[in-house]
């Protein structure tokens, strides 16, 4: 590979790990909001049951509905959430693909050989890693799309219903999804600070290519030259006469 391909296919690794870091943050914050949605619907359950009591029926129905409101809001929050993460894995698909097609440009039959072909196969497994991510990014944001749905169809009264409520199925599975993902874009940030780090030494070979002689710094003349370090010249001096005696 020649300096071009290498620098492109690092920058493109570069990318992808940027891209995945994005993803993981994201997959951060929608486990956030499915454990407090899960709360929520938890709080909210309670509430339904205490309606029940004929004496605070419409205190614990006015609280109910305050949990179906947050409800609403953290299903909504989570669905753009994981909008996001998609977008992020298409970004870090994107680039995984440059990477690729700058790596399949073939060596140069130098030292640089056994890098090029370690990042490779590198590259080829992260994209199967994050190609796995993919889908399972588009089903949680499909279980939050269906909960802000479901929320926002229902009212207090309906929790009073004893049936699960089709919220905490979806906010479930969402939850689920979340946990599989974590795992999932854990071994991918792996894979891709690994194909990092390669891509890192590649550029720095091909920027700071090795010098055939090696040089030192002449003190005398303050320029570089080759070779070893040459003792400077010393001007002769008169013989120390001593001490008479």
Not at 34 to 63: G, I, K, N, P
Not at 66 to 89: F, K, Q
Not at 144 to 161: N, R, Y
């Amino acid at each position: 590979m020649n300096e071009r391909e290498v620098l492109a296919a690092a920058d493109a690794v570069f990318d992808a790990e940027r891209a995945l870091r994005r993803a993981a943050d994201a997959v951060d914050e929608l486990g956030d909001l499915a454990a407090s949605s899960l709360r929520v619907l938890d709080d909210a359950a309670a509430d339904a049951f205490y309606a029940h009591q004929e004496e605070r029926r419409d205190f614990y129905l006015e609280s109910a509905g305050d949990h179906l409101m947050r409800l609403r809001n953290r299903s909504g929050l989570m669905n753009e959430l994981g909008e996001d993460l998609s977008r992020h894995l298409a970004a870090a698909g994107s680039a995984i693909e440059r990477a690729g097609d700058e790596l399949a440009r073939g060596t140069d039959g130098d030292d640089r050989d056994t890098d090029v072909r370690a990042l490779r196969t590198q590259v080829d497994v992260l994209s199967e890693v994050v190609a796995l991510a993919r889908p399972v990014a588009e089903q949680i944001t499909h279980h939050a799309q269906h909960a802000a749905e479901s929320a926002a169809a229902t009212e207090a009264l309906m929790l009073l219903d004893s049936r699960v409520h089709q919220a905490v199925q979806e906010v479930t599975r969402a939850d689920e999804g979340v946990s599989m993902m974590r795992s999932v874009i854990e071994s991918a940030r792996s894979r891709a600070r690994t194909s990092a780090a390669l891509a890192g030494s590649l550029s720095y070979a091909v920027t700071h290519p090795p010098t055939s002689t090696p040089g030192c710094w002449d003190a005398t003349s303050k320029s570089w030259s080759s070779g070893p370090p040459q003792q400077a010249h010393q001007p002769g001096k008169p013989a120390d006469p001593g001490i008479a005696i």
